[in-house]
């Protein structure tokens, strides 16, 4: 007798992986080495192809750099975002370089500490493989903060950028709903000026905006 994951329908090997999860899910059946490898390999796929589903706040973190444009005086300015694909809570800095150092900092600066005082961590990160994320483990600032702060990380699949979804969801809000008002409406001549309204403004999107933040109970 075939098992309910063999089904004709399910044409597919991943389709069939995806039967198995929810089959064992169902039943409890212990499954063999072969398929907790395949399993497993699935899971890391879906990940780096944006196909999420996470359980809880800090399992895992999306990570992206988006160029906000030049003020003059001031130069090019970068802003690193962080968004949690469970709860949707979204941390976001302003820099003038998109470096490694940067890319480390949004994390020290703003997105660790606001998870420690929600007595919770950060498991993983997702990122693409922009230089400012990837590069010798042993020498590049971003991977030597996650290995420090015993943090994965998941890159996106090569010519995929689309698949870090959940923060481009959220820099098409942030440039439509922030920026292109802001800069209609006053000159910034210096990036911690333009810093406070962001950070302003991500408290209305937080606590009032699309996705209301519950992180604990």
């Given at each position: 007798m075939r098992s309910v994951w063999l089904r004709r329908d399910l044409e597919s090997f991943k389709k069939r992986?995806?039967?198995?999860?929810?089959?064992?899910?169902?039943?409890?059946?212990?499954?063999?080495?072969?398929?907790?490898v395949a399993l497993e390999k699935k899971q890391e796929d879906d990940v780096a192809h944006g196909e999420i589903e996470t359980a809880y706040p800090g399992y895992l973190g999306s990570q992206d750099t988006f160029y906000v444009g030049t003020i003059?005086?001031?130069?090019?300015?970068?802003?690193?975002?962080?968004?949690?694909?469970?709860?949707?809570?979204?941390?976001?800095?302003?820099?003038?370089?998109?470096?490694?150092?940067?890319?480390?900092?949004?994390?020290?600066?703003?997105?660790?500490?606001?998870?420690?005082?929600?007595?919770?961590?950060?498991?993983?990160?997702?990122?693409?493989?922009?230089?400012?994320?990837?590069g010798r483990p042993e020498s590049h600032d971003y991977q030597l903060y996650l290995a420090l702060n015993d943090i994965e990380h998941t890159k996106t699949k090569v010519r995929h950028p689309q698949t870090n979804g959940i923060c481009e969801r959220f820099h098409k809000?942030?440039?439509?709903?922030?920026?292109?008002?802001?800069?209609?409406?006053?000159?910034?001549?210096?990036?911690?000026?333009?810093?406070?309204?962001?950070?302003?403004?991500?408290?209305?999107?937080?606590y009032v905006s699309y996705y209301p933040i519950k992180l604990c109970g």
């Open positions: 992986l995806s039967a198995l999860e929810r089959h064992v899910a169902h039943t409890g059946e212990v499954l063999t080495e072969a398929q907790v003059k005086g001031v130069g090019r300015i970068y802003q690193q975002t962080f968004v949690d694909t469970y709860s949707k809570w979204a941390a976001a800095k302003l820099y003038n370089t998109k470096t490694p150092i940067t890319a480390a900092d949004l994390l020290n600066d703003r997105v660790l500490p606001f998870f420690a005082e929600q007595r919770m961590g950060v498991i993983r990160m997702l990122t693409d493989r922009g230089t400012e994320y990837c809000t942030v440039l439509q709903e922030f920026y292109q008002v802001a800069f209609r409406r006053k000159i910034y001549r210096t990036i911690e000026e333009l810093q406070s309204d962001l950070d302003e403004w991500l408290n209305y999107y937080k």
